[in-house]
Nanobody, 116 residues
Framework: QVQIVESGGGLVQPGGSLRLSCIAS????????MGWYRQAPGKQRALVAI???????NYADSVKGRFTISRDGAKNTMSLQMNSLKPEDTAVYYC??????????WGQGTQVTVSS
């Protein structure tokens, strides 16, 4: 059975850093990409960053230069290093795993709160 588990969220002051991790366990053949999405209260879930099986990355404009996504393909793990955090980064962050076999897999989310 496939499980997607995020960790690393928490409360941090503006300007601080957090590192989120995602572990995908179980059999997930032919992973195409892994990505981080976030959903703030009253807003739709939106892409934060994505990394393909080939190592290509893409970021939302709002996080470019501050967030870095990385992946260990052999272990099906993914991380998101978040620096210079802002209050507007406050959201629940979700890990998404996309393979050649739909549907995609989602984790339960981890809360990130940026506040003084």
């Amino acid at each position: 059975q496939v499980q997607i588990v995020e960790s690393g969220g928490g409360l941090v002051q503006p300007g601080g850093s957090l590192r989120l991790s995602c572990i995908a366990s179980g059999s997930i053949p032919n992973i195409v990409s892994m990505g981080w999405y976030r959903q703030a209260p009253g807003k739709q879930r939106a892409l934060v960053a994505i990394i393909t099986s080939g190592g290509n990355t893409n970021y939302a404009d709002s996080v470019k230069g501050r967030f870095t996504i990385s992946r260990d393909g052999a272990k099906n793990t993914m991380s998101l290093q978040m620096n210079s955090l802002k209050p507007e980064d406050t959201a629940v962050y979700y890990c998404k795993v996309l393979s050649l076999v739909p549907p995609p897999y989602w984790g339960q989310g981890t809360q990130v709160t940026v506040s003084s």
